[in-house]
Nanobody, 121 residues
């Protein structure tokens, strides 16, 4: 199994910054894509940013130029640096990794528990 622990959420004023972290642990053989999603109240969960095992990245149009996704493969950790935050960025942020486990050698999606980000003055 794979466990994900997220951290870094909180309350920030518009224009401020936050850095989210998501650390994976457990019976991991390999981690492939690492992604950040978010879900605002009353809205569907949406992909915010993704990074491949090779380091290729993609972003939702609404965050491009403000958010940066990165990963540390040695630590099995993915980060989301969020700058110039806006009230509309308020949501619960979830990380998702695609990983292969040692026990079964099968690949699956694993989700974190979510961390609240609130942008408000």
């Amino acid at each position: 199994q794979v466990q994900l622990v997220e951290s870094g959420g909180g309350l920030v004023q518009p224009g401020g910054s936050l850095r989210l972290s998501c650390a994976a642990s457990g019976s991991i053989f390999s981690i492939y894509a690492m992604n950040w999603y978010r879900q605002a109240p009353g809205k569907q969960r949406e992909l915010v940013a993704a990074i491949s095992s090779g380091g290729s990245t993609k972003y939702a149009g609404s965050v491009k130029g403000r958010f940066t996704i990165s990963r540390d493969n040695a630590k099995n950790t993915v980060y989301l640096q969020m700058n110039r935050l806006k009230p509309e960025d308020t949501a619960v942020y979830y990380c998702k990794v695609v990983a292969r486990t040692i026990a079964t050698m099968t690949t699956g999606d694993y989700w974190g528990q979510g961390t609240q980000v609130t942008v408000s003055s």
